[in-house]
């Protein structure tokens, strides 16, 4: 694999990500599904900066993405964002917490 191609396909899909609104619901899932599928250092710094978004529907669809990869990164974030009043914004935490390994069984 050539990681040109690698960081040229995730800035295509922040594109898209970022038109969001246009997007169908099923788009918006491939596209965060991809998203996710990269978890490289230039996938997480790209979604760090769009829970900062002023659109609602692209901050939850980076905080999805976010909120289930279990990095020292993303923790911040999403812990903050499990005390938003928004109870959709909670669900999507719980939801990609539910994910992350028990450290417990480390």
């Given amino acids: 694999s050539h990681p040109e191609l690698s960081v040229s396909l995730i800035m295509r899909l922040f594109e898209r990500l970022d038109g969001i609104?246009?997007?169908?619901?099923?788009?918006r899932t491939k596209i965060v599904a991809a998203l996710f599928n990269a978890r490289t250092a230039a996938t997480i710094d790209g979604l760090l900066e769009r829970v900062e978004s002023s659109d609602a529907a692209l901050r939850k669809a980076a905080l999805s993405v976010l909120a289930s990869i279990d990095s020292p990164r993303t923790l911040p974030v999403v812990t903050e964002a499990?005390?938003?009043?928004?109870?959709?914004?909670?669900?999507?935490?719980?939801?990609g917490l539910a994910s992350w390994p028990d450290s417990r069984h480390k």
């Fill in 21 to 27: 609104a246009e997007e169908t619901p099923e788009a």
């Fill in 82 to 95: 499990s005390a938003n009043p928004d109870l959709e914004v909670r669900r999507i935490v719980v939801a």
